[in-house]
């Protein structure tokens, strides 16, 4: 099986422009998640997705926001990006909702907003 | 909420000596609990994940980690690392119930010297 997909892998933005970025799941897996990772706040909780319903939200503002297609795929859109938005999205991918299974994570977008 | 420390921030050790990487958590909820692996510019890749049961977890690549439950700890350990293991390891939990939400520590750099 495929892993878990995303596109493009790195992106360079300039401030206040919008981004959207793409994870395809691994063939099956109806739930997404998205986590954003900088080396000052480390990997933090965005949102989650299940059968194109928003489950979960962190705590990010408005900006931040995403959506899940009927085959499973996810997109992110950040608007009017900050300097503090650069750093690697990943998204993640797990078969069922529960929070007991594994998640799956891609290799993430690096994103650099100058 | 759930909060989760990872005590060290680095961890340098010799190839073939054991290792501990320690993780506590504060949650006033029943949680799962798990650790993930990224290697440079990779996802992050799950070794173990703690359920309920046995107190030892045993996971991929030779590492284990105990879970107590008094002291609120889940340390991993393995006992002779080689210098593939390079990385940065990650305890994660996620709370009973809650969906595919992972609240991540701060991460271990493990740095294994010949």
């Known amino acids: 099986k495929a892993g878990v997909t995303q596109t493009p892998r790195y992106l360079i933005k300039t401030r206040g422009q919008q981004v959207t970025l793409s994870c395809s799941p691994i063939s099956g897996h109806r739930s997404v998640s998205w986590y954003q990772q900088t080396p000052g706040q480390g990997l933090q909780f965005l949102f989650e997705y299940f059968s194109e319903t928003q489950r979960n939200k962190g705590n990010f503002p408005g900006r931040f926001s995403g959506r899940q297609f009927s085959n499973s795929r996810s997109e992110m859109n950040v608007s009017t990006l900050e300097l503090g938005d650069s750093a690697l999205y990943l998204c993640a991918s797990s078969p069922r909702e529960q929070s007991y299974n594994e998640q799956f994570f891609g290799p993430g977008t690096r994103l650099t907003v100058l | 909420a759930q909060s989760v420390t990872q005590l060290d921030s680095q961890v340098p050790v010799f190839e073939e000596a054991p290792v501990e990487l320690r993780c506590n958590y504060s949650?006033?909820?029943?949680?799962?609990l798990f650790w993930y692996v990224q290697y440079p510019n990779q996802g992050l890749q799950l070794l173990l994940k703690?359920?309920?049961?046995?107190?030892l977890v045993k996971g991929i690549n030779g590492f284990e980690a105990e879970f107590n439950k008094s002291q609120t700890s889940f340390h991993l350990r393995k006992p002779s690392v080689h210098i593939s293991d390079t990385a940065e390891y990650f305890c994660a939990v996620s709370e009973t119930g809650g969906g595919n939400k992972l609240t991540f520590g701060t991460g271990t750099q493990l740095k294994v010297e010949l």
């Open positions: 703690y359920l309920s049961g046995s107190t």
């Open positions: 949650s006033s909820v029943s949680v799962y």
